[in-house]
Nanobody, 127 residues
Framework: QVQLVESGGGLVQAGDSLRLSCAAS????????MGWFRQAPGKEREFVAT????????YYADPVKGRCTISRDNAKHTVYLQMNSLKPEDTALYYC????????????????????WGQGTQVTVSS
């Protein structure tokens, strides 16, 4: 089992920055690829960013590419999402998730590959 707890969300203005954190406990954190997803009201959950077990590989969704950075600290069992130049369309509930992937796979954008999910942290961006 892996328990994930997100924090760092809030109400900000367009152009501001936020850093989301996700603290993990339980099964070996350093063995998991980690991802961030988001879900806006009335919309489906969408992929935001993912990072490999070692942090050596990352991948971003087009809407956040260049504005967001995913990172991890395996010693602290924490993954981060730094979000800059926030836009109203970034408003959503942000979830972190953990995936224990098959050998040869380092990251994934598919939500069905993530076995463990946090409860989410709300990000609201006003215009």
């Amino acid at each position: 089992q892996v328990q994930l707890v997100e924090s760092g969300g809030g109400l900000v203005q367009a152009g501001d920055s936020l850093r989301l954190s996700c603290a993990a406990s339980g099964r070996t954190f350093s063995s998991a690829a980690m991802g961030w997803f988001r879900q806006a009201p009335g919309k489906e959950r969408e992929f935001v960013a993912t990072i490999s077990r070692t942090g050596g590989s990352t991948y971003y969704a087009d809407p956040v590419k260049g504005r967001c950075t995913i990172s991890r600290d395996n010693a602290k069992h924490t993954v981060y999402l730094q979000m800059n130049s926030l836009k109203p369309e970034d408003t959503a509930l942000y979830y972190c998730a953990a995936a224990f992937l098959a050998p040869g796979l380092v990251t994934t954008t598919l939500p069905e590959e993530y076995a463990y999910w946090g409860q989410g942290t709300q990000v609201t961006v006003s215009s």
